[in-house]
């Protein structure tokens, strides 16, 4: 339905509809676990990403707020964690089992306000608050204008030379609200196709296929 309704409202659409094929919805858990999957996914490789965040599960059990952040540094190291990464990891576990930060009800906020509430924790950045909104909180209106993948699919498919940088995607998504969750789906598609590869963030796993 959402496709459908993005299509209308953009008829260029159509044709990277085409070239796209299936437009996956994916989903996965929400909660602590999923944020701290996306974080380590951050500016690496899927196969890095995976290979990280598998070390530092199988080290860390539960993964909860509290054992992430009674880690010590020796655990990080042997995930294979950067010292940035680190940080973040550590500032965020803090965040939730200290300070008390309501993730559930930060994703009850409209877009943009659960974005200014996740980004105010260290070493959280847009990109990181709209992926776990989209794919774990199932906000349908957020666009990463800030993934370089959505940049290239969006410059590749309506013929924008250069890419189109983050603020100026951005612009260009206004366009699509309220739809902009489903317009950043149907262009990770058309770049699976273009390059023939996913970009889709290493924590995010096919599930079912948006109509």
Known sequence: MGLEALCARDPRLRGVRAVAGEVPLRRVEPGFESLVSIIVSQQVSRASADAIFARLAGLVQPMTPQALAAAGDDLFRQAGLSRPKQKTLRAVAGAFAENGFDLDAACRLDAEQAIA?????????????????????????????????????VGHALAIDPRPSARALAEI????????GVAARLFWAYYREMKGRDALPAAVKPATTAR
């Open 173 to 180: 998504a206004e366009s699509w609200r309220p739809w902009r």
């Open 117 to 153: 509430r996740m980004t105010a924790l260290h070493g959280i950045g847009p990109w990181t608050a709209e992926v776990y909104l989209l794919f774990a909180s199932g906000h349908p209106d957020v666009f990463p204008s800030g993934d370089v993948a959505l940049q290239s699919a």
